[in-house]
C-alpha cells in the first residue's frame, strides 16, 4: 500500500535531482531547463498528491494551470535558445555572455 510518505519522498528526490542539476550543470542551457522542469514536476507531484489524500479537486486543477505555464515557459525558452544558437553555434552559457551589446 502506497501512502502520502511515498510520494512526497520521491517529490523530494526529483527536486533534489533538479537542484543538482542545476548546480552541477551551469554551462549547458538544455540541461539547465531540464533541471528546472524536474523541480516544477516535483512540486506539481507533491499538489497531485495532496490533493488525493485530501480528495479536494483545487490541487488537481492548480497542476493544469501549472503544466500549462511550464510548457509556454519551456517553448520561449527554447525559442530563444534557437536564435542564441544561430548566432553563436553552441549551447554553452559562457559563450551566450559574449552576445551583450
Excluded at 46 to 68: E, R
Amino acid at each position: 500500500m502506497l501512502t502520502l510518505t511515498h510520494f512526497l519522498s520521491l517529490a523530494a528526490l526529483l527536486f533534489c535531482i533538479g537542484v543538482l542539476g542545476i548546480f552541477l550543470n551551469k554551462r549547458n542551457i538544455i540541461t539547465l531547463l531540464m533541471a528546472i522542469e524536474l523541480i516544477l514536476l516535483a512540486v506539481n507531484f507533491n499538489f497531485l498528491a495532496f490533493s488525493y489524500y485530501l480528495k479536494d479537486l483545487a490541487g488537481q486543477i492548480f497542476v493544469l494551470f501549472t503544466l500549462t505555464v511550464a510548457a509556454a515557459e519551456l517553448a520561449i525558452g527554447l525559442a530563444i535558445l534557437v536564435l542564441l544558437f544561430r548566432c553563436a553555434p553552441s549551447v554553452d552559457t559562457e559563450e551566450m555572455s559574449k552576445l551583450k551589446g
